[in-house]
T-cell receptor, first 114, second 113 residues
Framework: AQSVTQLDSHVSVSEGTPVLLRCNYSSSYSPSLFWYVQHPNKGLQLLLKYTSAATLVKGINGFEAEFKKSETSFHLTKPSAHMSDAAEYFC????????????FGTGTRLLVSP | DAGVTQSPTHLIKTRGQQVTLRCSPKSGHDTVSWYQQALGQGPQFIFQYYEEEERQRGNFPDRFSGHQFPNYSSELNVNALLLGDSALYLCASQTGGADQPQHFGDGTRLSIL
């Protein structure tokens, strides 16, 4: 069975500094990996997805993630944090089968201070 | 272009009651999945509907059931509500293959008293 582990429950950064949210995955298959963001009392918005094409994936709002098979990692980065980036971030894995069951990590709360 | 819409946004029920939550998928999407998100947790997969049939189910009891209509909209029904069913219930829709992203609604916040 596939799973993801988000290594930090909370990450605090200052506005304008880089963001790193860490995620390790476990999958018997070549996985599809996603990062979703959730703002308070809102649903989930897709930031980016990896589906076995380029290992460096660019997403919305300046975020990107790098798939490293040797390290089973899919860390999310952004060069410069903005106050509006404060939210909960979920690393997600699914199997590339005929239907898509998403398995979510426990989430990382990103706090951005002025 | 409307995204995924869910109703109601909030709901309060008491233990033992039954509840129905509704979801309209994004235009052009034919597959609907439901997730339960307890406070402070990541969403957990309940089940997925395609062509009006449940085609995969997560680790949830039979008290949780669903339906998909010919227009692809969907309902989630929960019977004999327990305090532990208090959560945000999210609906997601997609089209095409397994590598297509799921689009989420804003959810229904269900509180059980």
């Amino acid at each position: 069975a596939q799973s993801v582990t988000q290594l930090d429950s909370h990450v605090s950064v200052s506005e304008g500094t880089p963001v790193l949210l860490r995620c390790n995955y476990s999958s018997s298959y070549s996985p599809s990996l996603f990062w979703y963001v959730q703002h308070p009392n809102k649903g989930l918005q897709l930031l980016l997805k990896y589906t076995s094409a380029a290992t460096l994936v660019k997403g919305i709002n300046g975020f990107e993630a790098e798939f490293k098979k040797s390290e089973t990692s899919f860390h999310l980065t952004k060069p410069s944090a903005h106050m509006s980036d404060a939210a909960e971030y979920f690393c997600v894995v699914s199997e590339p089968t005929g239907f898509q069951k998403l398995v979510f990590g426990t989430g990382t709360r990103l706090l951005v201070s002025p | 272009d409307a995204g995924v819409t869910q109703s109601p946004t909030h709901l309060i029920k008491t233990r033992g009651q039954q509840v129905t939550l509704r979801c309209s998928p994004k235009s052009g999407h034919d597959t609907v999945s439901w997730y339960q998100q307890a406070l402070g947790q990541g969403p957990q997969f309940i089940f997925q509907y395609y062509e009006e049939e449940e085609r995969q189910r997560g680790n949830f009891p039979d008290r949780f059931s669903g339906h998909q209509f010919p227009n692809y909209s969907s309902e989630l029904n929960v019977n004999a509500l327990l305090l532990g069913d208090s959560a945000l219930y999210l609906c997601a829709s997609q089209t095409g293959g397994a590598d297509q992203p799921q689009h989420f609604g804003d959810g229904t916040r269900l509180s059980i008293l």
